[in-house]
Antibody, heavy 119, light 111 residues
Framework: EVQLVESGGGLVQPGGSLRLSCAAS????????MNWVRQAPGKGLEWVSY????????YYADSVKGRFTISRDNAKNSLYLQMNSLRDEDTAVYYC????????????WGQGTLVTVSS | QSALTQPRSVSGSPGQSVTISCTGT?????????VSWYQQHPGKAPKLMIY???KRPSGVPDRFSGSKSGNTASLTISGLQAEDEADYYC???????????FGGGTKLTVL
């Protein structure tokens, strides 16, 4: 059974940093591209970042470019999101999601971790 | 990249059918057959219901179907059941991950 479990969320002040983790199991993690998708309270889904299976290709949404860094450790079956210079508008539930590269759909999602940016 | 346009809410009675639309442009929905749909119950993670416009993942009931015409994709749920009450999001992939865009979401109420 595919499982994605996020952790690392919490309350942080504006300008602060946070590192999210996503532990994957039930599939060959090193064979799949992964993403972070977020959802602000009461709002819709927003794609945040993509990383290919070998980490050779990385993309970011314009809203986080230069502040967030996605990475992965295939030996540990883990995905990460380093978030710096956090802003109020980064407050959201952050989901890690596996993506099917050819068609760009997200076939498995974690349960999410809440990041709250507030003073 | 602008969000895809979905109705904010739709409703239907048990057993009826409802259709949720998702309107984009020729640069996203209309240009590629890479539309997917996600169901999200309150406090839960999204769940893939339809991919590649009209394909259903294993385990998704055949009451759920997808289609596309021009720049508008649609999700139809037939034989509505109480457990179908949820938020539904469409998503378009335009060949590049920087062009992944979601719709604003539609709240389905089963009366």
């Amino acid at each position: 059974e595919v499982q994605l479990v996020e952790s690392g969320g919490g309350l942080v002040q504006p300008g602060g940093s946070l590192r999210l983790s996503c532990a994957a199991s039930g599939f060959t993690f090193s064979s799949y591209s992964m993403n972070w998708v977020r959802q602000a309270p009461g709002k819709g889904l927003e794609w945040v970042s993509y990383i290919s299976s070998s980490s050779s290709t990385i993309y970011y949404a314009d809203s986080v470019k230069g502040r967030f860094t996605i990475s992965r450790d295939n030996a540990k079956n883990s995905l990460y999101l380093q978030m710096n210079s956090l802003r109020d508008e980064d407050t959201a539930v952050y989901y890690c999601a596996r993506i099917y590269d050819s068609s760009g759909y997200f076939d498995y999602w974690g349960q999410g971790t809440l990041v709250t940016v507030s003073s | 990249q602008s969000a895809l346009t979905q109705p904010r809410s739709v409703s239907g009675s048990p057993g009826q059918s409802v259709t949720i639309s998702c309107t984009g442009t020729s640069s996203d929905v209309g240009g590629y057959n890479y539309v997917s749909w996600y169901q999200q119950h309150p406090g839960k993670a999204p769940k893939l219901m339809i991919y590649d416009v009209s394909k259903r993942p294993s385990g998704v009931p055949d009451r759920f179907s997808g289609s596309k015409s021009g720049n508008t994709a649609s999700l139809t749920i037939s034989g509505l059941q109480a457990e179908d009450e949820a938020d539904y999001y469409c998503c378009s992939y335009a060949g590049s991950y920087t062009s992944v865009v979601f719709g604003g979401g539609t709240k389905l109420t089963v009366l």
